[in-house]
């Protein structure tokens, strides 16, 4: 067939059959919704078509697809990314779909090998997922001998009290924690996690280095949860600082205003000035005004009512919401070292200044969800719904562009230089993945309570991951399992 012939018999199809666009058949229209891309500024009324799990078209005009939903009146946006969460199981990404989310990685504590991190999806996940090389797991497993399967299953627990969280390393062992780190890396790592408050009394200055050196050659951003001093010491912020302006590694500080307490307005102008000095600095928060940890917790062992400014009455057993006195707070500590705490420290000044902030993201720290009889705080249930009904719709703190941009795009970013995949993240342009999520900017809300944590946030309308139904008319689908897991690696 001659090319002037070719071009000839194509020119009569798209006459008797309509133009290419027209005719084109995507898997999955979304149309009429409002669609906003944090990235190119783009909002506005549009249509969506998806096909082979990607975001195939943006058009003005209506598209053809094998399935056609009709958003209008709703919100179309990238789907959230959770960089802060340790609840990687089913029970906890069926509340995080709901909630909007449709990537929930373990940052902060990590995990080592890296695929330990999907223990408990063996029978596939709802949404991706990953982690960052584990410094803690790999010190645990090197000074206590833990298996990091079983605890990462949550088959064995994790004895707070013992030589990983109290004794200073050798020589020998970090040059061992080095190597395990190169591998962690490796394997695919999205970063190195080092929950550093809970090992403070143990990691000295050069082991800290050692572990910066290791991100930086890599280009690995450390996710760190800062040493804590008495509320509001910035001495925990200014070693990471100098650290990584002694080395060059990317970082990002954890749970901004539960480290700075009243010194948040001062943390987030350290970490400013910091950035225009070149250092490549990030942080986050998550807008729920209490912590949570176990009660073994390194910093229970330091003179914690003081460092938090609260008191017994201020914390309460995460599994049955009961507060302490004294003999309940010795006794627990000795018999159940390894159960959850929710500490109400945070004020909401502090909260609402961390939300403000430009460039700081939006994470959940959601602790593992197993099963519905054990109680959880609620950050990792409502954190998404809580933003953009409370703090966007309630009390206009936050425009609803920029408070998407803290939830999608700016996780993205932080992530690309360690993982390409996180480029066609975070986005709702041409070409990107079809991780969507499409919510009622009118209805959105949190409803999870400290009290009654199983309660899934309303608004989220459809979600979709890799281009298929997670959630469809505001319910979970429990068959669904288009998720994967993200590493370095991940094409």
């Known amino acids: 067939m001659s090319d002037l012939f070719y071009r000839g018999f194509i020119g009569l199809v798209v006459l008797l059959f309509g133009t290419a666009a027209g005719a084109a058949q995507y898997d999955i229209v979304l149309q009429g919704g409002r669609v906003i891309d944090p990235e190119t500024g783009r909002d506005g009324v549009y249509a969506v078509g998806i096909a082979d799990g990607r975001i195939a078209a943006i058009s003005s005009e209506p598209l053809n697809g094998a399935e056609t939903l009709d958003v209008s009146g709703l919100v179309v946006a990238p789907g959230f990314i959770d960089l802060h969460t340790h609840s990687p199981t089913p029970l906890g990404f069926r509340y995080q779909a709901l909630d909007g989310v449709t990537t929930s990685l373990e940052l902060e504590a990590g995990a080592f090998p890296i695929a330990t991190v999907g223990a408990r999806l063996q029978e596939g996940s709802a949404l991706h997922y990953g982690a960052s090389t584990g410094y803690l797991t790999i ?94 010491d910035p001495a925990g912020l200014v070693e990471i600082i100098d650290m990584a302006r002694k080395t060059g590694a990317p970082v990002h500080i954890c749970h901004l205003q539960h480290s700075a307490m009243k010194g948040t307005g001062e943390f987030l102008a350290m970490i400013r000035r910091a950035r225009e000095q070149g250092i490549d600095i990030t942080t986050e928060m998550f807008p729920y005004n209490a912590g949570t940890t176990a009660i073994s917790a390194a910093v229970f062992s330091r003179d914690w009512q003081a460092i938090f400014d609260i008191s017994y009455q201020d914390v309460e057993w995460a599994a049955t919401g009961e507060r302490f006195d004294q003999a309940t707070w010795e006794r627990k500590r000795r018999e159940e070292p390894e159960g959850m705490v929710i500490h109400h420290y945070v004020k909401e000044a502090w909260t609402r200044k961390a939300v403000q902030e430009p460039g700081v993201m939006v994470v959940t720290d959601g602790t593992p969800a197993v099963s519905e009889e054990i109680g959880v705080p609620p950050q990792g249930i409502g954190s998404s719904a809580r933003v953009l009904g409370r703090y966007v719709r309630e009390k ?95 094409p």
Do not use: C
């Open 139 to 232: 010190r645990l497993e090197l000074m206590q001998g833990t298996n990091l399967a079983e605890m990462m299953s949550g088959q064995g627990g994790v004895d707070m009290g013992g030589p990983a969280f109290r004794e200073r390393a050798s020589a020998q062992q970090r040059a061992a924690m080095r190597s395990r780190l190169e591998e962690g890396l490796a394997q695919g790592g999205l970063g190195i996690g080092l929950p550093l408050d809970y090992i403070s009394v143990a990691v000295d200055a050069e082991e800290l280095q050692m572990v910066f050196e290791v991100a930086a050659a890599h280009d690995a951003p450390v996710f760190v949860h800062i040493r804590r001093g008495m509320a509001g």
């Open 396 to 490: 206009q703190v936050l425009d609803l562009p920029t408070a998407l941009e803290k939830m999608t795009l700016l996780p993205a970013r932080r992530l690309e230089s360690v993982a390409p995949v996180f480029r066609r993240k975070g986005r709702l342009q041409e070409g990107a993945d079809a991780d969507i999520t499409v919510f009622d900017p009118d209805g959105i809300i949190n409803r999870t309570t400290y009290r009654e944590p199983f309660q899934a946030s309303e608004g989220v309308k459809y979600l979709l991951v890799n281009g298929r139904f997670v959630v469809r008319e505001g319910k979970f689908l429990e068959d669904a399992r288009p998720g994967r897991l993200l590493t370095g690696r991940t």
